[in-house]
């Protein structure tokens, strides 16, 4: 079995953050053809719900492989002054 990826949490966060070009990878990886979402989910580490609503959220903007609104990052903070 080969990783992709090893993640050291630090601190209070719990919670895994993902880019939303790595939420498109996966959906569209975990969605392929042939290929089991749970087994694809537990191999990349999320849970499978979060695989079937970022699926979801993508549906919303119109097709599976374009950045769907849900996931655009929006002004840091820090940038307003």
Do not use: I, Q
Request: with cysteine; proline share 6%.
């Amino acid at each position: 079995m080969a990783y992709e990826r090893v993640e050291v949490l630090t601190g209070r966060e719990r919670r895994r953050s993902c880019t939303p070009a790595e939420k498109v990878r996966m959906v569209e990886g975990a969605f392929r053809p042939g290929v089991v979402v749970t087994e694809s989910a537990r191999r990349l580490g999320v849970h499978e719900c979060l695989l079937y609503r970022w699926r979801d959220l993508m549906k919303v903007g119109g097709t599976s492989v374009a950045e769907p609104p849900g996931f655009v990052a929006g002004p840091s903070r820090r940038s307003r002054a």
